[in-house]
């Protein structure tokens, strides 16, 4: 075994614990994921508001807050959160957390006992610049690690139009800020290939999945569930997660509407976020749709296993822009998925052999790609077969966090 110490890490993101879904979960799992594999660690992250787009209980009023969270050393700085994030409104939300993460990482860039690699999380690559600094003045390696391709997710849901002055400068803003890292990780083979045609070296890139971070799958199968939304008997097809503009959740209502005859099938959806009340206003009238919290992090077995089906949409122009991390835990769940997306693109790839897919904004495709999966109970059972063994092949975070330790190592070395 090597005498060599392990370098020491710093990761600037905004999104942290206790943030239950999204890229927040995944950042802590890193950063403690590494801590006991030796390293030192210590993260520069915004105070936690994902996905309600509000302050979190305890977490609510000005200033920095410093922790050590599991052997985590942690800064959560203060930052503008709109309550309804138009496109403008996330410019600026993101510039915030970039300004006041910028103190902290002066700090530690002086401090004795400097970073040897500064890992950026992104979204938000506003925060690249940051940690760029932080990296230079302290003679260390610039890392950057693609969760979501932000400028092209902006494209996808029309927050910024194509063709025009602004969709030009923020791509020459992407590209410029890409090209700062010394190396650059995103979490698909599809992503990771994005990154090539934006003309990353080859050899700058690498593959660091999410994994599955749900508990055991519940063995009785949701029934604290089924009694408590009155689902006893239902097939219940669960969407789970924020409900945002790159999702296309509208799809879950539409094909809901088509298959009100359906008595047995009930459509749950749990989750928050700005597009949550219209959601909610276009169902309104149906009597197989419910929609429900965020539930316990406790209960998210529970939770995963009550579905007969999970249901991942995605909107057309997406399915390569980001690999939802919800995925991960659907398949260990060893539940059927269907999704909307296109042949050819990622996410059709990761739910082939466990589900099926369907084009995006095909309600009557996804209606009966539903019926098909609920109907077939040999497709039901091959399905649940797949996910599970994938679950354990492709989204371990043991190796997820022993690959990225390993090319740390070697980066620094």
């Known amino acids: 075994m090597s005498d060599v110490p392990n370098p020491n890490i710093a990761i600037v993101g905004l999104n942290y614990a206790p943030e239950a879904v999204g890229i927040g979960p995944f950042t802590r799992g890193m950063a403690e994921g590494l801590v006991a594999r030796g390293f030192p660690v210590s993260v520069i992250a915004g105070k936690p508001y994902y996905p309600q787009w509000r302050s979190h209980e305890n977490f609510s009023g000005g200033g920095w807050r410093h922790s050590v969270e599991q052997g985590v050393i942690i800064t959560r700085c203060p930052h503008y959160i709109p309550t309804t994030p138009s496109g403008l409104k996330r410019i600026l939300h993101l510039a915030s957390f970039a300004a006041t993460a910028a103190i902290p990482a002066l700090r530690a860039a002086r401090a004795v006992h400097k970073p040897d690699v500064v890992i950026c999380i992104a979204p938000a690559l506003l925060s690249v610049p940051v940690a760029w600094m932080m990296a230079r003045l302290s003679g260390a390696k610039l890392w950057v690690h693609i969760q979501d391709f932000e400028v092209e997710a902006a494209f996808a849901t029309g927050l910024v139009g194509e063709g025009g002055m602004v969709s030009r400068l923020a791509r020459v803003v992407e590209n410029t800020l890409l090209g700062l890292a010394d190396r650059i990780s995103s979490i698909s083979p599809q992503m990771c290939a994005k990154l090539l045609e934006k003309g990353l070296p080859a050899a700058k890139v690498v593959e660091v999945r999410?994994?599955?971070?749900?508990?055991?799958?519940?063995?009785?199968?949701?029934?604290?569930?089924?009694?408590?939304?009155?689902?006893?008997?239902?097939?219940?097809?669960?969407?789970?997660?924020?409900?945002?503009?790159?999702?296309?959740?509208?799809?879950?209502?539409?094909?809901?509407?088509?298959?009100?005859?359906?008595?047995?099938?009930?459509?749950?959806?749990?989750?928050?976020?700005?597009?949550?009340?219209?959601?909610?206003?276009?169902?309104?009238?149906?009597?197989?749709?419910?929609?429900?919290?965020?539930?316990?992090?406790?209960?998210?077995?529970?939770?995963?296993?009550?579905?007969?089906?999970?249901?991942?949409?995605?909107?057309?122009?997406?399915?390569?822009?980001?690999?939802?991390?919800?995925?991960?835990?659907?398949?260990?769940?060893?539940?059927?998925?269907?999704?909307?997306?296109?042949?050819?693109?990622?996410?059709?790839?990761?739910?082939?052999?466990?589900?099926?897919?369907?084009?995006?904004?095909?309600?009557?495709?996804?209606?009966?790609?539903?019926?098909?999966?609920?109907?077939?109970?040999?497709?039901?059972?091959?399905?649940?077969?797949?996910?599970?063994?994938?679950?354990?092949?492709?989204?371990?975070?043991?190796?997820?966090?022993?690959?990225?330790?390993?090319?740390?190592?070697?980066?620094?070395?």
């Open 210 to 413: 999410n994994w599955a971070n749900a508990p055991e799958p519940d063995p009785a199968q949701g029934a604290a569930y089924r009694a408590e939304w009155g689902l006893a008997g239902k097939k219940v097809c669960l969407y789970s997660g924020n409900i945002a503009n790159k999702q296309g959740i509208e799809i879950i209502v539409e094909t809901a509407r088509l298959l009100s005859a359906r008595t047995d099938i009930a459509f749950v959806i749990c989750g928050e976020g700005p597009n949550r009340n219209r959601l909610m206003a276009l169902a309104a009238g149906l009597d197989n749709v419910q929609f429900h919290d965020l539930q316990p992090a406790g209960r998210l077995g529970e939770l995963l296993t009550l579905a007969s089906v999970h249901l991942l949409p995605q909107i057309a122009g997406a399915a390569d822009l980001v690999l939802p991390s919800k995925l991960a835990n659907m398949l260990a769940s060893g539940r059927p998925v269907v999704a909307t997306a296109q042949a050819g693109t990622g996410l059709y790839a990761e739910v082939e052999g466990c589900g099926l897919s369907v084009d995006p904004g095909n309600a009557p495709a996804l209606a009966t790609a539903i019926e098909r999966v609920i109907d077939d109970v040999d497709m039901t059972a091959r399905f649940s077969i797949e996910a599970r063994k994938r679950g354990r092949e492709r989204w371990s975070q043991d190796g997820v966090i022993d690959r990225l330790a390993t090319e740390l190592r070697a980066h620094t070395r």
